[in-house]
């Protein structure tokens, strides 16, 4: 048994995972795993840096979490860093804050990297199933990138596009300069479209459609027997779709959502306001702003690859890091 810290650092949210892990037994017990939005990704489609406001969003989540690991004594801590980090011009400012804080340098990885780690997450306790047809493609609909991941057991073929819930808000959605509350996603000099136009809603089609011609040329997303979803837009949307009254990770984890629930979920994301979407009982406040576009993207990919329904999983890259520390 290995007590390991894996830290995953995305465009939208920074996550942390204590567990141990026992390789003989291929079981991993969670001790603590709690996410924070940060938002790391603001402007970074627009501007090519990363916010000070964001970094220092990340690095407040970075000292909680030192503190947490040193609480728990993991043995060993990977701190994983994705879309946004690799898109920075200052990425510099953003690993030695980390450094400074956790004592461990950030791996700014690859999306072949992002992918191989989410694919590990999110299967290996599917591996018994026999519910399930193989191959699995895995989807992790990132804020910044989307990886899709091709396997049985191990990875046949991957591939990272950008595009994410952030990143297509940003581009599509968001208007400035700000009018009232403003947008997150956009930051303080943008507004979102509260609800969006038609013509944004086909702008971010024609952006995801773009996106998987060139996933394709890596990943045959055709052969694909089982979807399996992963990461905030479709476990939100999962739990949206269940009618759940608050959120609960027992019962999203390994739901299967048909096509029909995901397009009408993600119908009534695109056709309410803020307001509306703030008032779903399952939905993060970090999320409310970015999750319509996140659902149109898990929309898009169903429609593409022919699922008849999505697999959630709440076990991603984050988990994928942690077995990747007990070997």
Not at 132 to 149: A, K, Q
Not at 164 to 171: H, I, L, P, Q
Request: glycine share 10%.
């Amino acid at each position: 048994m290995k007590r390991v810290a894996a830290i995953d650092c995305g465009t939208n949210s920074i996550r942390l995972l204590v567990a141990d892990c026992d390789p003989a037994t291929g079981e991993l017990t969670d001790l603590d795993r709690r996410m924070q939005i940060v938002r790391l990704g603001q402007g970074v489609d627009r501007t090519g840096r990363l916010a000070p406001e964001a970094l220092e969003r990340t690095f407040a989540a970075c000292r909680e979490y030192a503190a947490v690991i040193k609480d728990l004594g993991a043995e060993q801590v990977r701190f994983v860093a994705t879309s946004a980090s690799r898109d920075a011009e200052n990425r510099a400012d953003f690993v030695r804050g980390v450094v400074d804080i956790l004592g461990v340098e950030p791996e700014v990885i690859t999306g072949d990297q992002e992918a191989e780690f989410s694919f590990q997450g999110a299967t290996k306790e599917l591996s018994g199933r026999t519910d399930l047809e193989r191959p699995f493609l895995v989807v992790d609909i990132g804020g910044g990138s989307t990886e899709f991941v091709l396997g049985d057991g191990s990875v046949r073929a991957a591939r990272s596009v950008d595009i994410g819930c952030v990143r297509m808000t940003e581009r599509h959605l968001v208007h400035g300069p700000a009018a009232g509350r403003g947008a997150p996603a956009g930051g303080s000099h943008a507004a979102l479209t509260d609800p969006p136009a038609a013509e944004q809603t086909d702008a971010i089609r024609a952006d995801v459609a773009v996106a998987l011609d060139h996933a394709e040329q890596t990943v045959p997303l055709g052969e694909a027997a089982t979807l399996v979803g992963l990461a905030g837009s479709v476990t939100t949307v999962a739990a949206i779709a269940l009618g759940l009254d608050h959120y609960d990770s027992a019962a999203i984890h390994h739901s299967r959502i048909p096509l029909a629930q995901v397009r009408e979920t993600t119908a009534r994301l695109l056709s309410s306001t803020h307001a509306e979407r703030a008032a779903i009982p399952v939905m993060h406040p970090g999320r409310v702003d970015v999750i319509a576009a996140g659902a149109l993207v898990l929309l898009s990919i169903m429609e593409r690859v022919g699922a008849a329904e999505v697999v959630v999983s709440e076990h991603d890259i984050l988990d994928g890091i942690a077995w990747s520390l007990a070997g």
